[in-house]
């Protein structure tokens, strides 16, 4: 297994069970979130406000496009399932994770979404976001964890379980 690459809603705990798992297996640990905003040198929520979603998304399937990794965990932002293009490269570099959660549960961690780089059309619920992204979740995934109401640590097992069967 070359990469873990973990995907989901946003408030999922991509990130942070990411760098969790990474120090766990003893691995690297990238989040393309990060690696855009050190790419453009600008917040995500910026280049959505100022550019527009469309841009976006086009940065995003770029960044991705140009990632190599080796025994590295992958988080990867909420609207990567947008392109068709990325999730094959990532599929094609190591195993592909679903953390999957409720709606409600999205919406309860989420907080201001305002702030967070949230792919969300204007006029677009949160419900329609989760109604249009889950389906690409469930296309992609190689793995499904879910970890609505769930620690951390469990999620941790659950996935590393899942991975040596």
Sequence with gaps: MKNIIIIGMPGAGKSTLGVILAKTLGWKFADTD????????????????????????KIEEETVLSLHYHHTVIATGGSVVFSERAMEHLKAEGIVVYLKISLGEMIRRLGNITTRGIVL?????????????????????????????????????????????
């Excluded at 905003?37 to 550019?51: A, M, Y």
């Excluded at 793995?143 to 620690?151: F, N």
């Design 34 to 57: 990060i690696v855009i905003q050190e790419k453009t040198g600008r917040l995500l929520q910026e280049i959505i406000d100022t550019d527009g979603i469309d841009a976006f998304k």
């Design 121 to 165: 059309a204007t006029g677009e619920s949160l419900r329609e976001m989760y109604r249009e992204r889950t389906p690409l979740y469930e296309k992609y995934a190689g793995i499904t964890i879910d970890c609505t109401d769930e620690h951390f640590e469990t999620v941790i097992g659950r996935v590393i379980e899942a991975l040596q069967s």
